[in-house]
């Protein structure tokens, strides 16, 4: 039997000896390799150079720069919207910044589509404000002016409320005494504005009560509001006091706070529910409180108020009784009484009652040749208290022909908005009498101050502006009726006439007599005047 040990060893192939030498090669050049790109790296990061960008790092560094984008679009809208909108009157809204859509009444006389237009707010029925985009540069801001009506607030004393972004407004009552409004939930465009909806400021001490989404909220002080359709609606107090009534109960909350009902019904912005529990506001109220107005960017800028303090607050503001002093002088005594009737979270209304005993008797000759002269202190030629020396011959009530004069009363000028004077003129003949002229007398206390606008229960008839007065219309210097007046009083019936400025009356530093005549086309006229301090 053989040895094995006498067999040579067998030989390996050259074949596979060639590959392994391959694979170390290939193994020690990519070693080589690391360590280059090692010492590579390392002295780009020293040098200050990191060439790796994970995705968090991206995406921090995008939204850093997106929220920056966002904030030159939001300070260009206010900076537009102040700019645009800072002359606003009274009961009016102006067009802030793009992009607004409005639906007007079908008696509105002026556009609202492009930035600086200002329509009253009675002309307005529903808008809608675009949400911010920055790509086409929209932030949508409509900004109104209503008068502040609870009781401590000044006469000609204003509301502010602006709605911005994606949020729609349905004015039902004409007034924006009551309104529904929707803000559309989204994705958040911006931190800066983390919400949309509508902000409210008050001048200090004053106050408004409206009805919003069905519930009565009364405020007296800033708030932002927000409301999603079958969500909820959200009011947060920034400053000063307020009361919300939804579903017949009552919530008080102060600055500070933040209060809530249920949205429901047809519409989806009804208010279905009682108000929540008062609680703290939230950073995005805050942050979107900074961006509208400037301030409240932290809540140590505020004056916390708690609920307790917010009702004794409010109701001291609402059981304050007001008194309104005018005293009318014109060759006659008119004692006006304010009797408001202030129930407690009722709008306030101040009815003058005019003990007003006019003598007028008719001169069947009038003659209504004016001689114009335009001066500080016009000469008025003609005064309510007539002295005729001849006989009226018309009869005292004849069902037809000639209405007598002694039957068509005015209840005297008063104040009916911060801008505006009116005047209820009673016929009561039976046959109708048909306005000829009128005559006005006011001042010129700013070179802005115009008369503007005549309305005759509630219908246009002159729109020419006049900016001089005294005011003769119809007239050369001060133009004619509008184009389809209605310029009639029928029988046994009353029309309110409404004289229209363009300034408030509250700009005035001197106390001024307000007069107007009205002459009818059977000759006879009626006055009134009013002593604005």
């Given at each position: 039997m053989d040895n094995f040990d006498s067999y040579p060893s067998p030989r390996r192939s050259s074949s596979r000896r060639k590959r392994q030498e391959s694979l170390f090669i290939l193994l020690l050049g990519g070693f080589l390799s690391f360590i280059?790109?090692?010492?590579?790296?390392?002295?780009?990061?020293?040098?200050?150079?990191?060439?790796?960008?994970?995705?968090?790092?991206?995406?921090?560094?995008?939204?850093?720069?997106?929220?920056?984008?966002?904030?030159?679009?939001?300070?260009?809208?206010?900076?537009?919207?102040?700019?645009?909108?800072?002359?606003?009157?009274?009961?009016?809204?102006?067009?802030?910044?793009?992009?607004?859509?409005?639906?007007?009444?079908?008696?509105?006389?002026?556009?609202?589509s492009e930035r600086g237009d200002i329509v009253a707010v009675n002309e307005l029925r529903r808008l809608s404000a675009a949400p911010l985009n920055l790509q086409n540069n929209e932030w949508g801001i409509a900004v109104f002016k209503v008068i502040a009506n609870l009781p401590?607030?000044?006469?000609?004393?204003?509301?502010?409320?602006?709605?911005?972004?994606?949020?729609?407004?349905?004015?039902?009552?004409?007034?924006?005494?009551?309104?529904?409004?929707?803000?559309?939930?989204?994705?958040?465009?911006?931190?800066?504005?983390?919400?949309?909806?509508?902000?409210?400021?008050?001048?200090?001490?004053?106050?408004?009560?409206i009805n919003v989404n069905g519930a009565e909220l009364t405020l007296m002080g800033n708030a932002s509001l927000k409301a999603i359709k079958n969500g909820r609606m959200e009011v947060s107090l920034l400053s000063g006091s307020g009361r919300i009534v939804s579903n017949g109960q009552e919530q008080y909350f102060g600055a500070g706070q933040t209060v809530s009902v249920g949205l429901g019904g047809e519409n989806g912005v009804q208010s279905i529910s009682g108000p929540s529990a008062p609680e703290p506001l939230?950073?995005?109220?805050?942050?979107?409180?900074?961006?509208?107005?400037?301030?409240?960017?932290?809540?140590?800028?505020?004056?916390?108020?708690?609920?307790?303090?917010?009702?004794q607050q409010l109701q001291a503001q609402?059981?304050?009784?007001?008194?309104?002093?005018?005293?009318p002088t014109l060759t006659r005594t008119l004692t006006p009484s304010v009797?408001?009737?202030?129930?407690?979270?009722?709008?306030p209304s101040w009815t003058p009652r005019w003990t007003d005993t006019p003598t007028i008797t008719l001169t069947p000759t009038v003659t209504l040749t004016?001689?114009?002269?335009?001066?500080?202190?016009?000469?008025?030629?003609?005064?309510?208290?007539?002295?005729?020396?001849?006989?009226?011959?018309?009869?005292?009530?004849?069902p037809t022909g000639t209405p007598s004069c002694g039957l068509i009363t005015s209840n005297g000028l008063t104040i009916s908005n911060p801008n505006e004077l009116t005047m209820d003129i009673t016929n009561n003949n039976q046959a109708t009498i048909t306005i000829?002229?009128?005559?006005?007398v006011w001042e010129k206390f700013l070179?802005?101050?115009?008369?503007?606008?005549?309305?005759?229960?509630?219908?246009?008839?002159?729109?020419?502006?006049?900016?001089?007065?005294?005011?003769d219309i119809p007239s050369q210097d001060d133009g004619d009726w509008k184009n389809g007046a209605d310029l009639t009083i029928p029988g046994l019936n009353s029309r309110n006439l409404v004289i229209q400025f363009q300034e408030p009356f509250n700009l005035n530093p001197n106390s001024f007599d307000y007069q107007v005549s009205v002459t009818f086309d059977n000759a006879c006229q009626v006055s009134g005047s009013i002593t604005i301090p």
């Open positions: 280059c790109v090692a010492i590579t790296g390392v002295a780009l990061y020293v040098g200050g150079f990191n060439p790796f960008l994970f995705p968090s790092n991206l995406t921090a560094t995008a939204v850093s720069q997106k929220n920056a984008s966002c904030q030159v679009l939001i300070n260009r809208a206010i900076e537009a919207s102040d700019s645009y909108c800072g002359a606003t009157g009274s009961n009016n809204v102006c067009y802030g910044n793009t992009t607004i859509r409005a639906e007007l009444a079908p008696n509105a006389t002026k556009r609202f401590r607030s000044l006469p000609g004393e204003t509301v502010t409320l602006i709605v911005f972004g994606n949020t729609t407004l349905d004015n039902t009552s004409g007034t924006l005494e009551s309104f529904y409004f929707s803000s559309e939930l989204g994705q958040i465009t911006c931190q800066a504005v983390p919400f949309d909806g509508l902000m409210i400021t008050s001048p200090d001490g004053t106050g408004i009560q939230t950073q995005q109220e805050l942050s979107t409180a900074c961006s509208v107005t400037g301030h409240y960017c932290s809540s140590s800028e505020m004056i916390p108020i708690s609920a307790a303090e917010a009702q609402i059981t304050l009784t007001p008194t309104l002093i005018l005293t009797t408001p009737t202030n129930t407690t979270f009722v709008l004016r001689t114009r002269t335009r001066t500080p202190t016009p000469t008025i030629t003609r005064t309510p208290t007539r002295t005729s020396t001849a006989t009226a011959t018309v009869p005292t009530n004849t000829a002229s009128i005559h006005a070179s802005s101050q115009l008369l503007t606008q005549i309305l005759l229960g509630g219908g246009t008839i002159w729109e020419q502006t006049d900016p001089q007065p005294p005011s």
